[in-house]
């Protein structure tokens, strides 16, 4: 069983930046792509970017030159350093891992962008 633990939600100034966390325990074996997705109220989630087990990352449109995925191969663990936040970057960001099989997610964690 595969548990992940999202972090480092908060509030934070427009322009300003954070990053969040996202510890996975238990055994993942073989390929498996982990991602970051986000839900903003009433909207649907949307993804925000990816990284291979090789780390090759892929990035939404709306976030690219902004936001940066990473995942240290002495970690399991997937980070998201996100630059020059904007207003509409406020939502509740989750952490999924992907494997040919299955499929965990985090509990999401909250970043409120504002001033």
């Known amino acids: 069983q595969v548990q992940l633990v999202e972090s480092g939600g908060t509030l934070v100034q427009p322009g300003g930046s954070l990053t969040l966390s996202c510890e996975a325990s238990?055994?993942?074996?073989?390929?498996?792509?982990m991602c970051w997705y986000r839900q903003a109220p009433e909207k649907e989630r949307e993804l925000v970017a990816t990284?291979?087990?090789?780390?090759?990352?892929v990035y939404a449109d709306f976030v690219k030159g902004r936001f940066t995925i990473s995942r240290p191969y002495a970690e399991n663990a997937v980070y998201l350093q996100m630059n020059s936040l904007k207003p509409e970057d406020t939502a509740v960001y989750y952490c999924?891992?992907?494997?040919?099989?299955?499929?965990?997610w985090g509990q999401g964690t909250q970043v409120t962008v504002s001033s």
């Open positions: 990284i291979t087990s090789n780390r090759t990352p």
């Open positions: 999924k891992i992907q494997t040919l099989q299955n499929e965990w």
């Open positions: 238990g055994s993942i074996l073989g390929f498996n792509v």
